[in-house]
């Protein structure tokens, strides 16, 4: 229970408080918000003990509530209390009206500034006059959120139509908050007019002002769908509107198109207004936010800045923001981009600054050299304001209530407003135009009967025997008849059809009695009789007007058609295609790469097309630049949307996509590979780069083998490795202890088998199945290879299947395609040379050699192996040993960061216990590191990229020239 005091009635709180009591008697009054504050509990206190002694006695309270207290339930006034407040904030604060889409606070200032005559063509007035105004005739509120509301008006990136023009600082898009209201100024903008136009021809209807002291307009009469053109947001109780704005134009023709078809439906009017039109001229993306804001009232619409790539010094390119989503600010974005780049959720960003001006918006958002434009607006897109959602919410207050409404229902109740705004403004210029005619019909009857008139007014002693004579005398109407009725509405009599007498009013006679004696002249009867034939025509349309709806349309079309043809701007949006989260790499161009790793750890992605091929035994050319001590360990081809897989000597593996990569020119060194592979250990290197098929759904088919340095081999399903964290794990456990590393990984079928290399020139060839699979990453697996002492594995390849047996093979030796073409064969033999595989092996002096796989027997692993390539001496220990085709490309890397690619179909098969050939003309001090092969389909190339490439050569790479030497191919005998 509560007290509800009545006016007159004083109660002394301080003294209940000082009681100290908790529990009174019902209907007694208490604290409803608690006890005094301390500070008012001392002055209570100490003024107790001036006035009085302290009163502890409750019998000094009231003991029974009194007449003038009335007990209520505190549940039914909190109910009610909170309603009333809840409506108030609801229809008299937060929420716009459909008719003219303003609250309660944008249409008092609009009318404040309209009272004050601070119009459009009147100079600037200070802000604070307006303010004040405002606040002291219409809105009892704070000062500042006025102000706020104005300012507001006055920004062409919040409103599509500003309403109010501004003059001084009134804030930016950053958002930076407009100056005091004592150093700003302001009037109303034309198009203000357009809203404020007829308002004092009883269009709307005045309510008072907050103390009753005036009147102001419940509604103003606008001459456009404000509610649409400019929108609208506000937090009610409980509800909460959010209403974009949208194009004039485009507004007004679906007001146009509702009046001619009034069961026009929401779509055909989408194929007119077909979104929002934001005043900060963002890209909308898809139309299926703004279709169901429309049909339902409801929708998110999703936006996205303006761009630009530029190129600048040096080919680096830059992404350029010319604008930015509706109600998103310009500094906040910038922060934004700046944090994810700082927090790596968008990589390859540089720098970023804001260039913007007056002229317009500029954000340069600079990239590193390796960074993909697509890439990082996709992620700018995804982690930052960069693209944001409008959610839509069209509730406005319609009939005293709020409502949520759809396209349709907000142009019919505009279009409804408008029809009863011309037809009161019609009445009342009708009613106004009547008034005046029927003043001019009694100065005609006056003027017509002068003589009379005058005898009249001689012949009377008082001025207001006078005015009853007039009164009561009959006037003939003559040919004024017309006139009358139309004038007076005075239908004409059922028997006798006409009316012919009339009598003058008392208004009549007034302006009879206070004509001036000019009036009486022949020119003054004709400007009399001029003006009652204008208003004659005047009083004829608007009773057309209200009589016919049609021409009523009419008139409403042709205002609408005029602020259409004043104020409507070309539309600011670009509606662009949906956009449904597209993955980076769905903006990546397929396209073939050649990836490097060093030996210090850096690695690039380079277009295929970037190399072009040579003869066997050429120079090279540059082809990388690295440090002195660098060398390329690893080298592979294959496509931008491929996944690789990251073997370490150390056993761990890591994923990545190819296109993650840094791209390079042939002359680049790359990015260190910690920077994307931040996991790595200290000393640890990359062995193996793998890459796998870009269908993931096929890698439950696959097997991966291992290989050790130390000749150990193991084989596990690739569904170990189907998932891999950022982080990596470990693929092989090694003991430390052991020395050993990983040296090779690939992926085979359990019809495969397995070819290991040794560096002093033996190789072991065993069957997969050899090799049972493996459910453990720790183990190293089985042995594959006995090795000597100072020898190791340094390669993993594997070949088909030898279905044929020993004698087989040698017989198809001696007729093989690549030693005498013209040799017969036998069919099972021609079978042979179509599934022939070569073995290409390269030194590191530059020699090697290609020989068929079918001298490989095979054999059980663990063996020591035979000879693959002889005169380690002159050849260098091996590099690399792996299955090649005549019709494929070799590329070969030197230490010296120097690169060959030549057509293998130049070099002669040889056999396998053979020296081998040169294969590239190394330099003093100059070894072969790495080798690759290269499907020759892959690699097509025409005249225009290998001119691309020499003058890249010739520019930033001159060739290198190393000492000169003489091919010995033909003075070395081969060794049987």
Known sequence: MCARLVPGIAIQPYRLWKTGCRALPEGWLRWPCGPPSPRLRGQTRQSHDRAEPPVNDITELPPQPGPDIEPIDIVDEMKTSYLDYAMSVIVARALPDVRDGLKPVHRRILYAAQVGGYHSNRPFRKSAKIVGDVMGNYHPHGDSAIYDALAR???????????????????SMDPDPPAAMRYTESRLAKAADMLLSDLDKDTIDFVPNYDGSDKEPSVLPARFPNLLVNGAGGIAVGMATNIPPHNLGEVIDGCLAMMDNPAITIDELFEIIPGPDFPTAPIILGQLGARAAYREGRGSILQRCRHEIEVGRNDRRSIVLTSIPYQVGKAGLVEKIADAAKDKRIEGISDIRDESNRNGMRVVVELKRDASPEVVLNQIWRYTPAQSSFPANMLAIRGGRPETLNLRDILQSFIHFREDVITRRTKFELNKARERAHILLGLVIAVSNLDEVVRIIRGSATPQLARETLLAREWEMGDIAPYIRLVEAIEEHEDTGDVSAYRLSERQVRAILDLRLHRLTAMGRDEIGDELEKLSIDIKEYLSILGDRVKLYGVMRDELMEVRERFATPRLCEIAPAWDGVDDEDLIERDDMVVTVTMDGYIKRTPLSTFRAQHRGGKGRSGMSTKDEDAITSLFVTSTHNPVLFFSTSGKVYRLKVWKLPEGGPTTRGRPIVNLLPALDPGETIATVLPLPEDEDSWGALHVVFATAMGSVRRNSMD?????PSNGKFAMRFDEASGDRLIGVALLDSADDVLL???????????????????????????????KDGDEVVSLSILKTIEADAETRDAYLRVAPWKDEAAERTE??????????????????????ISSAYEYRRTGRGGQGIVNIDNIARNGPVVNSFAANVGEQLMLVTDKAKLIRINLASLRVLGRNTAGVRLFDVGKNEHVVSVARIDEEEAPETEAEEAIVEEMIGRDAPETQPEPTQDRDDQEPEAE
């Open 153 to 171: 008006m006055t920004q062409d990136w919040s409103m599509r139509l500003p309403l109010i023009d501004g003059q001084g600082n009134f804030g």
């Open 828 to 849: 099972e033999q021609q079978a042979m040379a179509d599934a022939e595989e070569f073995v290409l092996t390269v030194c590191a002096n530059g020699y090697g050699k």
């Open 757 to 787: 290399a040794s560096r002093n020139g033996k190789a072991i060839r065993f069957a997969a199945e050899d090799v049972r699979e493996f459910q453990s990453r720790t183990s190293t697996g089985v042995r594959g290879m006995t090795l």
């Open 720 to 724: 170990s490795f189907a998932n891999i």
